[in-house]
Structures are given as C-alpha cells and as structure tokens.
C-alpha cells in the first residue's frame, strides 16, 4: 500500500463549528506532515510529526490542532476558524531516518476546506 | 526570504513542443525533489536528485542537480496535454531531515 488517504474530500464549516481531517498511510512511514495550500501556491507547512510526537509548528494560531493517534494516523482538528482559513489542506508522509530516501514525501489527496 | 525561486512562473506551450523549467537557491540543498501537482489533488512526487551533476530521465522527463547543488532543471520533450499541471521544486536542507522547502512553482498548461 503506497497511498495517503484523507478525509473528508471536502468540508464546509460555519466559523463556530468544529471538525477534523483525518490522514491515514500504511506505509510504515514515521514522520507525518500537514500542509495549508491555497490556489497557485505551494503548499505551507504548518506540522511535522515524527516518530508520533510534535517536532515542528510552524506558528500556527491555535485554531488549529494536531493530533497524532499512532504511528499510521494523523488529525488536525479545527475550531473557530475565519474565512481566510479557506483552502486545501493536505497530509504527508515520508520515511525518516533512512538515508536514501532523503526528503521525500507522498501527499494524499487533500481536504478542500471552504470555511463560511 | 524565499529560499528556492522557479521561473517561469507560468507557461502556455502547445502540444508536442520542449521547454525547461528551472529551480535556483542561493542555498545548498542535500537532495532536491520535484512534484507535479494537478488541480484539486496532492503533490506526486516525480523524482529525487542527491549528487551534484546528477541527470535523471522519467520518460520524456529530464532532471538535473547543479553541480553545486544549489540549482535544478527540469526539461519535457515533446510535450502532451498530460503533462499539464504545477510543477514544484522542494529541496532537503542537512539541518532538518523533517522540512522541505518549496518553490513557487510553475505552472504548465499544454493546448492540444
């Protein structure tokens, strides 16, 4: 199995809801990642998890929180979120540690987050 | 800062013609990637380049790591409406095996 999944496909949120993204991979990959992309952009950063603990936050607002269940799960659970929270968000895997896959990351499909 | 720039930005070619699309930095990277991502999907990774001087063909895709490792190339012969998409660059810095950083992108639209 070399696939990322992620749901929901899309999401519509009120700015007083709470949701959840939710990635899976089952690739025995240890390091997990969530990115924000908005159209024509690269993808941003926003967490990397490694070996199923927090290693990286790139500052982001606490409306947004990550959750990593085990080592093939990974969450990110929204609250209160603002209209220009808008965008794909999307989930990451890589192989950490090994040498020869370097920085490789295979993305899933992405969540289309439209936030009202 | 933006760490890696891409340029073109964007290009419009037709079918069946070549272009280059390149990836610069003043930084040196440990291993540099390229993606091509299509509208509304995540990022596939097309290959990964780790020895300065490195060439890597996929198909009728071409790599290229500068010798220096701080640049990269990607050139398409003949190119097919397929190959439409945003092309990004993501280069490994040694201080973190976690992060990559991303390009700009380019994004490529191939007319029929």
């Known amino acids: 199995d070399t696939e990322v999944t992620q749901t929901p496909k899309h999401l519509v949120m009120g700015m007083t809801n709470k949701k959840s993204l939710k990635c899976e991979q089952h690739?025995?990959?240890?390091?997990m990642y969530w990115y924000k992309q908005k159209a024509k952009k690269p993808p941003e950063l926003m967490f990397v998890?490694?070996?199923?603990?927090?290693?990286i936050n790139e500052s982001v607002p606490s409306r947004f929180s990550p959750e990593c269940p085990n080592s093939s799960l990974l969450n990110l659970h929204l609250h209160a979120l603002q209209p220009e929270d808008s965008a794909l968000y999307l989930c990451?895997?890589?192989?950490?540690?090994?040498?020869?896959?370097?920085?490789?990351?295979?993305f899933g499909p992405g969540t289309r987050l439209t936030v009202l | 800062t933006q760490l890696l720039e891409q340029s073109p930005q964007f290009l419009s070619i037709q079918e069946g013609e070549n272009l280059t699309v390149y990836c610069n930095s003043s930084?040196?990277?440990?291993?540099l990637q390229w993606y091509r991502q299509e509208p509304g999907e995540g990022p596939v990774l097309l290959v990964t380049?780790?020895?300065?001087?490195e060439v890597k063909k996929l198909k009728r895709l071409t790599f290229q790591f500068g010798d220096a490792r701080k640049d990269s190339s990607l050139h398409i012969t003949a190119a097919q409406p397929g190959d439409t998409g945003l092309y990004l660059c993501?280069?490994?810095?040694?201080?973190?095996?976690?992060?990559?950083?991303f390009g700009p992108g380019t994004s490529l639209s191939v007319i029929p």
């Open positions: 998890y490694s070996y199923e603990k927090l290693s």
């Open positions: 990451a895997s890589s192989q950490e540690g090994l040498r020869e896959n370097y920085n490789e990351q295979f």
């Open positions: 380049v780790v020895t300065g001087g």
């Open positions: 993501a280069g490994g810095l040694k201080t973190s095996y976690d992060k990559v950083i």
């Open positions: 690739m025995g990959h240890r390091a």
């Open positions: 930084s040196v990277f440990s291993s």
